[in-house]
């Protein structure tokens, strides 16, 4: 859970695109990032679970955020 800023960081892989799913699937944030590092914005968002989709060249991770 987090209550202030969330920090994607990749020192492997460039982060090409961050998306934000709500729980029923739609997306609520999708940003273009073509950086080593993001920082989604708490405040962006209403309390609640979320999807975060982390997009690389050739692959992309799925994660559950909890914000409170």
Not at 32 to 39: A, F, L, R
């Amino acid at each position: 859970p987090t209550q202030g800023e969330l920090t994607i960081r990749n020192d492997e892989f460039t982060i090409r695109r961050v998306e934000m799913m709500d729980i029923t699937g739609r997306v609520v944030m999708n940003k273009v990032v073509n950086s080593g590092i993001y920082t989604v914005n708490r405040n962006d968002f209403s309390n609640g679970v979320y999807l975060m989709r982390v997009f690389f060249d050739d692959t992309q991770i799925t994660k559950k955020v909890l914000f409170n």
